[in-house]
């Protein structure tokens, strides 16, 4: 995640500044009060002195999520106190227990689709998106997104993000508005350092789908025993308030399938570097077509698995499969 820059905390602590002051004027001091104005404070000193972001035991860089998600943070996670470690690892399993109930069912049959995903974070809690809705006239939505940064920050942003589009596909916007609309909503909400890669389809009953590509790794379409790739159509989502996004379509025939991923999978690391890339996945694929929906996706992780050879995992890994079963004619 990029680093917020120190007017952007500054212009954040003075809101905080402001908003204690008008507390205090309103009903009086209290020790409470004192003690959040003293830290917005000390924190202002910091980002004048320089030493804001900096632990004060160590003197080490303090983690950017966790700067992002509280400017008041004064040490690393290595020097919490005791009190602090167990507030911050009930944060986390409160962030992750959410998060869970998030996600829909691992593996449904819906509007002429089969659907199975492998979601797997880095930590307790993740960034990565993933979600798939039928509405009730037979359109099916499906997204997969990547939240920047790591930690309870990101993971909020990834439940804002869910609430915004089930909330929007209820709305039946087109899909190029619906996805503009959310990334207007999502720039709002974010801090100016966050941002979102993200793929939004809708499948309509005929099987005719359009796909957004918001700065996302392209997803992989399998049919006629080659695989195809649908590139980004435009920045990721809260860069510009205001962006626009392009949509693709296609049509889609039984046993036709897309395969979706976030950068987790893609760009994992083996033991001396090297990256396990769009190429050796797209071949992955193309010689499991002919499995079932659940046995693509085991073949992705256990190949991902077999490649890092036991080096560990440093980013969330999201692998999303969809694969039509049926058309729906039209009367």
Known sequence: MAQITDSEIRNQLLDRQKAVAIEIDRVGHTAELDRLLAEVNAALIRVDDGTFGLCEVCLEP????????DPLVRVCLDHLTTVEQRALERDLELAAKIQRGLLPAPYARVSGWEINYHYHPASIVSGDYCDYFATHGGDLYFMIG???GKGVAA???MSHLHATFRTLILMNLPLDQLVTQASRLFSESALPAQYATLVCGKSSRTGHVEIANAGHPAPLVVREGRVDRIDATGLPMGMFRNQQFEIHRLAMRPGEMFVLYTDGLVEAEDE???EYGIE???HLVARSAALELPSVVQACVKDLESFKSGTGSTDDVTIMTLRRTAFEFEA
């Open 146 to 148: 990547d939240v920047s």
């Open 280 to 282: 050796r996945l797209s």
């Open 155 to 157: 993971s909020m942003l």
């Open 272 to 274: 001396v570097g090297t």
């Open 62 to 69: 303090i983690e950017h999520d966790r700067l992002a998600a």
